[in-house]
């Protein structure tokens, strides 16, 4: 039961012909402490209204509110508080989510297809700590949309094309080895990559060969596709094994390159609306109506861009799946790209790049330095995920040395941990990596979380009766674990609406810290009549947390 409009229907009948349902809705908020309720209304905004000091208002509605189905309903200050029947709301929410068991939180916000450009590395590159934060994201996302009835396709768009192989051809061809390369393809690669950049700020003509092999590689130049492929599959080798060990695969890994065949026509038909303008060379869109800096279409020698492809990219998209949202889950620094693809598909008549959306997040640093591969400044990501699973591993040895599959339990503990610690921060925010950190069993840490619902789990096994939702639970002290376990629902539509998968870590947290007080300070397994509905209160924590952790991508062992 949705407990918020419960409330919103008290107050309907008080506040006819002030506010609707949604205004109402809107208004009601959560106090930060339960000794002011568990809903409030604010009244200062009827105040200009109705022309009447905040707290005379909030005393009249109470008086004229139908306190029946509440504890109580009391006005403080300009604030109407609500306090639930906390027998009811655990009857009511125990039942629920011992019913609904994974499904408890599903919601029908909308359907159709929704595809998610996510983790998208470069070929011929190794795996950083920098493409951790798409793929995890846009999974986490995919696992959200899902639960609120869409269909997510992810789609890894690789970055199989571009200059960046004119420039590892030339650094190849004038530094490399086929021994070297496949002896180990991309630590070598990326090493070719590497002094290609330290020898082109001293040598800038490096840049014009590299421009000049990339466009034989446009062209199909034998040599040059023959590299290219070479490169492709070594790379896709590397990339399946990490994904493999973060638990997530991909439903398209059509790249920059699937679009080559694909862009003549996007040319000629900003052509054929005249969009398209010659500047110095170049053919680009204006889109100074947008106040956005031109789009740049072809480059002087006829060579593609980032622009082209998207554009192909979101047509194909859109023709291939019909999307009802379509999107992309790229770092903050390319914003002012997608409002210029949304821009200039806009100009070409599709109303539908109104259904696209950016999707961006921050960076992560190493002691406060950005990653770039280009410099060599890279924390390879299985690497981190290796140590990840080796710092669990030793602190189970030490906490549950007998621990049946300890070496399974390890491998999802430590890569939970790198997954969990991402998503619960913020997208926007930037953030320092600090492994020993991330891994600790206590603290705003995965497995923290994890260990939380393995204690459940524990409890539960130690019980010698079965969990009883059906059973009245009065316990005032179990009241903050009620109070979250129903608010898992709520919490999944704004995680969703606001593409926020940090919604969704934080509330784990949340849940967890509230059980671990219980446990802390009362006993669970007291042979009384309420035993069978805190053991239904403790097996509702243990779905919610795997339910909640599931959506993120993070694996919920049942012992640690």
Do not use: C
Request: no cysteine; hydrophobic share 40%; proline share 4%.
């Amino acid at each position: 039961m949705d407990f918020k409009k419960l409330v919103v229907s008290a107050l309907k009948p008080a506040l006819e012909g002030e506010l609707d349902d949604a205004t109402i809705d809107l208004l009601v908020e959560t106090p930060k402490s339960s000794e002011l309720g568990d809903y409030a209304f604010p009244t200062f905004s009827l105040a200009k209204i109705l022309h009447r000091s905040p707290k005379m208002i909030a005393a009249d509605l109470v008086s004229q509110i139908d306190a029946t189905p509440f504890e109580q309903v009391k006005a403080v200050g300009g604030y109407v508080n609500f306090y639930l029947d906390k027998i009811s709301y655990a009857h009511e929410v125990l039942q629920e989510i011992a019913t609904e068991g994974q499904h408890y939180g599903d919601v029908k916000l909308g359907q159709g297809n929704v595809p998610i450009d996510m983790s998208s590395p470069n070929i011929a590159k190794p795996m950083s700590m920098g493409h951790l934060r798409s793929t995890v994201i846009g999974n986490a996302l995919a696992n959200i949309l899902g639960k609120v009835g869409y269909t997510p396709i992810k789609i890894n768009h690789l970055g199989d094309w571009g200059t960046q192989f004119g420039k590892l051809i030339v650094a190849y061809n004038k530094w490399g080895s086929e021994a070297a390369v496949k002896a180990d393809p991309i630590k070598n690669l990326l090493n070719y990559y590497v002094k290609f950049h330290e020898m082109a700020e001293v040598d800038p003509s490096l840049e014009d060969e590299a421009r000049a092999w990339f466009k034989r590689l446009e062209d199909g130049d034998e040599e040059a596709v023959k590299l290219w492929r070479w490169f492709r599959r070594v790379s896709l080798a590397e990339f399946s094994r990490i994904y493999k060990i973060l638990g997530v695969d991909f439903d398209s890994y059509n790249g920059e390159a699937f679009y080559n065949d694909k862009m003549a026509s996007v040319v000629k038909t900003l052509e054929s609306k005249h969009l398209l303008k010659t500047s110095q060379g170049a053919e680009i869109v204006d889109l100074s109506k947008y106040n956005l800096n031109p789009a740049l279409i072809k480059k002087s020698d006829g060579a593609t861009l980032y622009m082209t492809r998207d554009l192909a990219a979101a047509i194909f998209r859109k023709n291939h799946y019909h999307f009802v949202q379509s999107l992309y889950v790229v770092g903050n620094e390319q914003r002012e790209h997608f409002q210029q693809l949304k821009a200039v598909l806009l100009e070409m008549g599709y109303e539908w790049a109104n259904d696209i959306h950016h999707i961006p997040f921050g960076l992560i640093t190493a002691n406060g330095k950005k990653l770039s591969t280009r410099r060599g400044n890279i924390i390879l990501l299985e690497k981190v995920l290796q140590d990840a699973v080796g710092l669990a591993k030793k602190q189970i040895a030490e906490k549950h040395p007998e621990l049946p599959n300890a070496d399974v339990v390890a491998q999802e503990v430590g890569v939970g941990a790198v997954i969990f610690h991402d998503l619960k921060n913020e997208r926007l925010d930037n953030f320092d990596f600090n492994l020993e950190e991330v891994v600790r069993f206590e603290g705003e840490t995965g497995p923290y979380v994890q260990y939380t619902n393995a204690r459940a789990h524990s409890i539960l096994r130690k019980a010698k009766i079965t969990p009883a939702p059906e059973v009245a639970l009065n316990d005032p002290a179990a009241w903050d674990i009620l109070r979250a376990l129903g608010d898992y629902p709520s919490i999944v539509v704004r995680a969703a609406n606001e593409y926020e998968p940090s919604v969704i870590a934080k509330y784990a947290l949340r849940l967890a810290k509230a059980f671990n007080k219980y446990y802390a300070n009362f006993k669970v397994l007291v042979e009384d009549s309420e035993l069978p509905a805190r053991l239904a209160m403790v097996a509702a924590t243990t779905q919610v947390l795997e339910n909640a952790l599931h959506l993120l991508g993070v694996a919920a062992p049942k012992e640690m």
